[in-house]
């Protein structure tokens, strides 16, 4: 996950991420604090980097502060802008590739969650308790919630497990994205929605 900026290209890394908000007291992990970002954007609520900021302590109880509480507003605007983009560049933020199968699982899982709280959060306060989601979007968010309960099988072999964890990131993007362009973007930012096919 980046942001291109006047001043060049922001890269927002996983483990500096983490580090801050150890440091902070807090047990929010860096893929759960970005999953409720982008369930905020997904469910419509303002693209502000205020917003994000605030809504997150409300969402999740976290309060953060200093150079974090930048960095964090600073996510909230690239993950809306990713969400956007039409070459549908946006990507959960999660750890990098030489960590454990087993904890990049459950970041996944935390990411979804996140997400959700993040898409109920927003949703309630844009009064969209009463509202009705499209099949596609209904069964996007069920399989989210199903990878929240994500673990990694100890039976599987390496590649097996590395090509499965591949799949399951890879929907997780396409579903975030559709579900997006139905609830968070406005109508002149709809694309053409990428095809995802349900999870089993």
Known sequence: MYDE????VVVFDFDELADHLL????LV??????GCLCGLLSA?????????????????DLVVHGELAGRVMQLYSASGAALQDEEFTFY??????????????????????????GFAYAAAGEDQSGKTFSEPCSEALRDI??????????????DEAEENYAELVEYLRIAVINVYLENGA???????????????
């Open 5 to 8: 900026t006047n001043e060049g």
């Open 23 to 26: 440091e902070q007291g807090t």
């Open 29 to 34: 992990s860096p893929s759960q604090l970005h």
């Open 44 to 60: 419509g609520a303002p693209p502000m980097a205020e917003y994000g900021l605030d809504a997150l302590a409300q969402a999740l």
């Open 92 to 117: 959960p933020l999660l750890p990098a590739e030489e960590t454990d199968i087993s904890e990049r699982t459950l970041a996944l899982a935390a990411w979804c969650e996140g997400f959700l709280t």
């Open 145 to 158: 919630a199903a990878l929240a309960q994500a673990e990694a099988a100890e039976d599987e072999i390496d």
């Open 186 to 200: 406005e109508p002149q930012d709809h694309a053409s929605h990428p095809g995802t096919s349900p999870l089993h």
